[in-house]
Each structure stands twice: as C-alpha cells, then as structure tokens.
C-alpha cells in the first residue's frame, strides 16, 4: 500500500548561531593510532586518522604542525605517518616534537584512536598504552612547553575509563564512550569513527567544542546506537566525567561549561565550512498495519548541484548494532545495514525522491527515520531523525504523555549581567503547541512551534539592568497539542560583577510542498529529541 502524508507550507528563518565566546587556535596536533595482535579492522584505524589529519588541515592547520603516529601494520600503507606508535616515538613526541610547536598561551590537541580495554589501549606490538603513561606525557609536554591547554579526543572501548587519570585544570578530556562500553564505526560511508565523525564535521560547521559533543551523541543515537555508546566529557577537572544531561546537553554534573564556550574555527586562519544540512523533516506520524508499507519521499534542496546524496536510514526501535569480537573491541557494522538505507535520487525539479519500504512491519511499533545529507566535498551535514509509528488503523493515539522542555542557556545558578538570551527548546511524543519562557512569573515570550522538525529554540534577550539586582526566578513551559504541559525553572542572579551568559540568536525561513518533505540548506540545528 503506498501513502501519503500532510503536505507543509512553512514561513519560518534560516537559523543563525552567535557567541561571545573565546576562540581556540590549535598550535599542534598528536594523532595517535594502535592495533590489536589481530590486526582487526586495523584499516579502519588508518582510515579515521586520516580523516581527522584532514579535519585538521580544513581548520588551518599545515602538515608541518600536525604529528601522526600509526601502528606498525599501516606504516606502509600511508604517506603522512611521522613514525610508528612506539614508546620511544611517543615520548619524542610529548616531550621534544609538541614543545617546539607550542607556547605557554598556545594549545594542544591530542587524538588516540583503536580498539581498549580499561585504562589502556591497545598498541600491538608494544605494550598498551595505558591512561598514567598518557597522563605522564601530558604532563611532560607542560613541563616542557609551559602550556596547559590541552584537548584530548579518544576513540575506544571503555575510553571513559581514562577520564580520571587526564583530569587536570585547563584541560578538554573527551571519550567516545563510558567505562565498560563499546564504540563503533559509523555504518556509513565511508566508516569513520562514530563519535569523531559527528564531532569534528560539527566543530568546521562553526559549533563549539561542547556543542560538537553534542552533536555528535545525537548522531549515535539517531543511527540505532545510543543506548549502548555514550560519550563522556571531563572539564570541570574533578576526575569524574559524564554523558550528556537529562534533556541531552551540556553542561552535565559540571562538566561541558568549558568546552561549550571554546571554538576552534576561528583565528589561524580564520576557517567556517559550510555543510548541507537537513531543515525540515516531518513530526512524528502513524501508518496503518500492512504486510509492505511504502512511504513517498520527497527533499528539496536549496542547491542541487551541490548535493552528492541524500539517504534515509530506516531500523525498528527493537535494532541493535553488530556485537563486536569481545569486549575490548570496536564494533564494526552488518553488512544488512544497507537494507535499512534508501538513497534519494535527484529529478528533474530539483528534488530529491524515493521510496521507503517497509516489509514485514511490527505492529504497535516505531520506527526510527533518520536523514543524511552529503555534498560533492564529502562534507555531511547533522543526521536528523523523526519516527513513523506503525498501528491498526493508522492514527495518532490518545495523547496523554507530558512534553518535554529545557533552558539551555543560562545555566541555574549563574551571575549575569547585561545583555543576557534566555534560550529554552522543547520536544513531544507527537506535537508541541507553544513554547513558552517567564521571568518572576512574568510572561516574556510566547512562540508557537512549526508542524515539522527541528523545532526552534526559543530566545528571550534581556538587559539585567531593567531589573533589580539580585536572585530571580526563569521558567520555561512547554504546551503540546493535547493541552498536555510541563515546565522547568531554574534561579539565576542578577548582579553588576556577573557572567554574561551566552548569546544565542536563532531566526527561521523558508516554504516547500510535498509528500513528506525536507529541505536541505546551508543551516545549523541541534534539535532535542524527546526519548519514548
């Protein structure tokens, strides 16, 4: 049976993101492989340390500032390797190689990628590199350089477990995943790495640190696999790092502060990559039981030629990933995974269509929708993601779950003063009415959602000047369609020696018509998705 659903017509603005925030340029890069006895997936290894070289050099940086150490399987296989991964090239590294790159006011950004176990990574044939040595030769590389600026990204099995042992003030610390966790692959072309992918093409879209972070555990969890690879951030320098909150941003229990204010596409040279990005997808919608269920797809595009391709990733709530060879591994992805993929092709309007078909269907199930977009550059825009819930009659069911709703910025508790954007988002199980943001009680913006994702956030922009210093009261409430509501608060304070918070505009356009439509513009968005 082939269906066809509510056609749009939207007036909203292209969203656009502005920060008061400090800008990072990397001085030197360490990019650190290993390898298993086994030599498993050693390809893939090589094959994301060199995608993130690349990410470097798109942000500025020239080879000559960028160090790749490999694993003695891939040394022949590549031209930009500056040496094998082994002791002795580690310790030059750290101590004699970083030092010359980098001063006391400069920064350092270290990358690891392999397969680990706890507090170690794997880095056949030399011993494992474990989370104290790595700390020594961070703590070597201060010693020698006077610079404690460092960001660290590692990709492995139970990277989380090195959180506590890099923990220190001025340093960014970023896992893949917790202690005792798995990490994969992306099961896209062409299989990088799943969180440095969705981090590093998030931080050339012009995102922060922490919002790259973000991002990219949005990624995973549109792709089917978030539930069992969780990021995790150390800023705070506590020793003890987190996923992302509740609501799914940052900061969490203190950490990601630091890093949501820190960019690093700016300064040497100035860098912003625009990516394709998907800005329009359809809420939630229900299809009746059939045996096949075929769904018309079709995307505009805001410039078709530059748009490589446009897929749409289909899996059942009840998909899990490959499990990986054992517990130290990462996992890779089935090969059946391109049965879930439909690539849109382009006609002759300009569009991009297709058709998803569902065979077999779960009754009384979702299914979780997710959409990529990737231009003739290989750059891909935010994977966004919306469900299709399959029933016997194909209707929306009683609506009597609560919305839910979250202020991003400020933070509880924060000393602000002057210009200050009180930003509050919202998500439901099926549609959002109206998001509203309070102050004392005091209505202070009304915005009525859209009929389609991503849903805008919600700006209210205020000078703590018109109002009394000391301690007040934010509420945002959120109104979904069945009347359902629910709201939170937080107490922030008001005074002349404050921190402003951060700026954050967001304005919204544009129009199209069609089956289930997306429009696919040069836009970045970072919607909530409210769990089920």
């Given at each position: 049976e082939t269906m066809n659903y509510s056609q749009f017509d939207t007036n909203?603005?292209?969203?656009?993101?502005?920060?008061?925030?400090?800008?990072?340029?990397?001085?030197?890069?360490?990019?650190?492989?290993?390898?298993?006895?086994?030599?498993e997936y050693w390809e893939l290894v090589l094959l994301t340390l060199e995608w993130v070289y690349d990410q470097a050099l798109t942000l500025g940086n020239t080879d000559d500032e960028i160090l790749m150490l490999v694993p003695d399987v891939a040394a022949t296989h590549t031209l930009r390797e500056d040496g094998v991964s082994s002791p002795n090239n580690l310790n030059w590294a750290f101590n004699t190689w970083a030092p010359s790159k980098v001063g006391p006011n400069g920064v350092l950004f270290v990358y690891l990628h392999d397969h680990g176990g706890a507090n170690a990574m794997a880095n056949y044939p030399y011993p494992s590199l474990t989370a104290s040595e790595l700390d020594q030769y961070l703590d070597d590389f201060e010693a020698a350089s006077g610079c404690d600026r460092i960001i660290v990204v590692y990709e492995a099995c139970s990277s989380g477990t090195f959180l506590d042992e890099l923990s220190k003030s001025n340093r960014i610390i970023m896992t893949s995943t917790e202690p005792g966790y798995s990490a994969?692959?992306?099961?896209?072309?062409?299989?990088?790495?799943?969180?440095?992918?969705?981090?590093?093409?998030?931080?050339?879209?012009?995102?922060?640190?922490?919002d790259a972070f973000v991002d990219s555990n949005n990624e995973i969890i549109a792709l089917g696999y978030g539930d069992i690879q969780k990021p995790c951030i150390e800023d705070n320098h506590d020793g003890v790092g987190h996923i992302v909150n509740a609501w799914g941003h940052l900061p969490s229990s203190g950490d990601g502060s630091d890093a949501k204010n820190t960019y690093l596409t700016q300064g040497c040279p100035p860098t912003l990559i625009q990516v394709p990005q998907l800005l329009y997808i359809p809420l939630k919608f229900w299809v009746a039981y059939n045996p096949t269920i075929n769904i018309p797809i079709t995307i505009g595009v805001d410039n078709s030629t530059d748009i490589a391709s446009v897929i749409c990733r289909v899996i059942p709530e009840n998909w899990t990933p490959p499990v990986p060879?054992?517990?130290?591994?990462?996992?890779?992805?089935?090969?059946?995974?391109?049965?879930y993929q439909w690539e849109l092709t382009l006609d002759r309007n300009g569009n991009f269509t297709g058709l998803i078909e569902i065979n077999s269907p779960i009754r009384d199930s979702n299914y979780l929708l997710s959409f990529f977009v990737e231009d003739v550059d290989g750059r891909r825009g935010q994977i966004i993601s919306t469900q299709v819930?399959?029933?016997?009659?194909?209707?929306?069911?009683?609506?009597?779950?609560?919305?839910?709703?979250?202020?991003?910025?400020?933070?509880?508790?924060?000393?602000?003063?002057?210009?200050?954007?009180?930003?509050?988002?919202?998500?439901?199980?099926?549609?959002?009415?109206?998001i509203q943001i309070y102050l004392d009680g005091v209505l202070l913006e009304d915005e009525q959602m859209p009929d389609y994702y991503p849903y805008p956030e919600v700006v209210h922009s205020l000078d703590t000047a018109d109002?009394?210093?000391g301690l007040h009261n934010i509420t945002a409430r959120v109104i979904d369609k069945a009347s359902n509501i629910q709201e939170i608060s937080i107490l922030v304070t008001f005074e002349e020696d404050g921190i402003p918070g951060f700026q954050i505009t967001y304005i919204f356009a544009g129009t199209l018509l069609g089956f289930v439509v997306i429009i696919v513009l040069y836009v970045k968005r970072n919607p909530m998705r409210k769990k089920e």
């Open positions: 909203s603005d292209i969203s656009v993101k502005s920060s008061d925030a400090q800008y990072e340029c990397i001085d030197a890069w360490i990019i650190i492989g290993g390898d298993k006895s086994s030599h994969w692959w992306s099961p896209i072309p062409p299989h990088i790495s799943l969180f440095g992918e969705g981090l590093f093409k998030s931080i050339l879209a012009g995102n922060s640190i922490g060879s054992d517990n130290e591994s990462m996992g890779g992805w089935d090969e059946n995974e391109t049965s819930g399959i029933n016997d009659d194909g209707n929306a069911p009683g609506d009597n779950v609560d919305p839910t709703v979250v202020i991003t910025n400020p933070n509880t508790n924060a000393r602000l003063k002057g210009i200050v954007n009180i930003t509050a988002e919202g998500d439901d199980d099926q549609a959002l009415d109206k109002y009394s210093f």
